[in-house]
């Protein structure tokens, strides 16, 4: 069986803080691995083994990356076993929903030599105290660089025509959908289009829209309506029961960056940066919010205030970048003591029961 893999974030380093949609996106899984303890680096590494085991027998997976830890995750779903493992430690959050048999909660601690960690134990301390005060700070840069962007979206939205940015809206409502309805409630799925990493800002667009038949690229300016436009077409999926992909902005995670409707075969997204792609297959089309919505000659009359926005914006989001690196390296130093203290075998007691569990829903 081939695999089709997917790769999305369900939490985020926002604008307003760490962000997840842990509960949205494993809405559909009904056996779900728990990874506690708050070990530093073993989650991610156990779930990369099994992910990587069960991938070529599972068929579609999903890989859920860490907005803290370049290449690190914090989970892994096979949906067609509608079953999971995913890293629970702080800050994430899953709402149980039967825990003993929905929820297996594994305590990664008992993989752990209390006495090999007690000689660092000062150190341990000093090193998690950094890491959360560097990660506050980048949330701090992050909801400064927000405030600057709603200065940003204050010039366009000033000379906005709202008339126009809803036909637009009504337009594309009325291509995707037509008069079709399904008889069914949507399933709604939230989760981030990227992130705010230690690498910056990350995304995953060529992938997901990968197996998309028809793709199109919304481009435009902040305060033009992108956003807005997406809430309206999620909302009328919701309505006529077509199920949505729902990606929220990594900055803003009250903002939206892209739909797929799995059942249309389509896909929308905001297609300016950080995220910005441009249309390379013959079916792919752009819609342009500035040319439709906005007054002309508005870049042209505010470019030097412009200028200076982006530049301020530039600066402070790339201050929280430098934040969250620095709190990678702690979290790596964390994860050298951690990992040094493992038993060995009780790691892969772990693991080998986890893989028999999940290979047994492949019957």
């Known amino acids: 069986m081939n695999a089709t893999v997917r790769h999305i974030y369900a939490g985020g380093n926002t604008a307003r803080g760490y962000r997840c949609f842990f509960d949205s996106v494993l809405a559909?899984?009904?056996?779900?691995?728990?990874?506690?303890?708050?070990?530093?680096?073993?989650?991610?590494?156990?779930?990369?083994?099994?992910?990587?085991?069960?991938?070529?027998?599972?068929?579609?997976?999903?890989?859920?990356?860490?907005?803290?830890?370049?290449?690190?995750?914090?989970?892994?779903?096979?949906?067609?076993?509608?079953?999971?493992?995913?890293?629970?430690?702080?800050?994430?959050?899953?709402?149980?929903?039967a825990p003993g048999l929905i929820e297996t909660y594994v305590d990664l601690q008992a993989a752990i030599d209390a006495d090999r960690l007690s000689p660092r134990r000062n150190l341990i301390a000093t090193w998690y105290e950094a890491l959360y005060q560097k990660t506050q700070e980048a949330y701090e840069a992050f909801a400064q660089a927000l405030g600057i962007h709603d200065e940003w979206e204050e010039i366009y939205i000033a000379r906005l025509n709202r008339e126009e940015a809803n036909r637009v809206a009504e337009e594309v409502t009325a291509l995707f959908?037509?008069?079709?309805?399904?008889?069914?409630?949507?399933?709604?799925?939230?989760?981030?289009?990227?992130?705010?990493?230690?690498?910056?800002?990350?995304?995953?667009?060529?992938?997901?829209?990968?197996?998309?038949?028809?793709?199109?690229?919304?481009?435009?300016?902040?305060?033009s309506g992108k956003s807005t436009m997406l809430k309206k077409l999620v909302a009328e999926a919701k309505r006529r029961g077509f199920d949505a992909d729902v990606y929220h902005c990594g900055l803003d995670p009250h903002s939206l960056?892209?739909?797929?409707?799995?059942?249309?075969?389509?896909?929308?997204?905001?297609?300016?940066?950080?995220?910005?792609?441009?249309p390379d297959r013959s079916s792919d089309e752009v819609i342009d919010m500035y040319a439709r919505a906005i007054e002309p000659g508005t870049d042209e009359a505010f470019a030097d205030r412009l200028a200076e926005i982006r530049e301020r914006y530039a600066a402070v989001m790339k201050k929280g970048t430098t934040s969250l690196a620095e709190a990678q390296a702690c979290r790596h130093r964390l994860a050298d003591i951690y990992g040094q203290a493992a038993d060995r075998e009780k790691v892969d007691a772990i693991h080998q029961a986890i893989i028999r569990e999940l290979t047994a829903r492949l019957a």
């Open 28 to 97: 559909e899984v009904d056996r779900l691995f728990v990874l506690t303890g708050g070990v530093e680096g073993l989650a991610s590494t156990l779930i990369q083994r099994i992910g990587d085991e069960l991938a070529p027998r599972a068929g579609s997976v999903e890989w859920i990356h860490s907005p803290f830890v370049s290449g690190a995750f914090d989970g892994v779903i096979f949906p067609e076993l509608r079953a999971a493992v995913v890293d629970g430690s702080y800050p994430r959050s899953l709402q149980p929903r």
């Open 177 to 223: 959908f037509g008069e079709e309805t399904l008889p069914k409630n949507a399933r709604i799925r939230h989760m981030y289009l990227g992130a705010a990493t230690p690498a910056g800002p990350v995304d995953h667009i060529p992938n997901l829209t990968a197996g998309i038949g028809k793709r199109y690229f919304i481009k435009g300016r902040p305060g």
């Open 257 to 278: 960056d892209m739909v797929i409707l799995p059942e249309k075969s389509l896909a929308i997204f905001d297609s300016t940066a950080p995220h910005e792609y441009f």
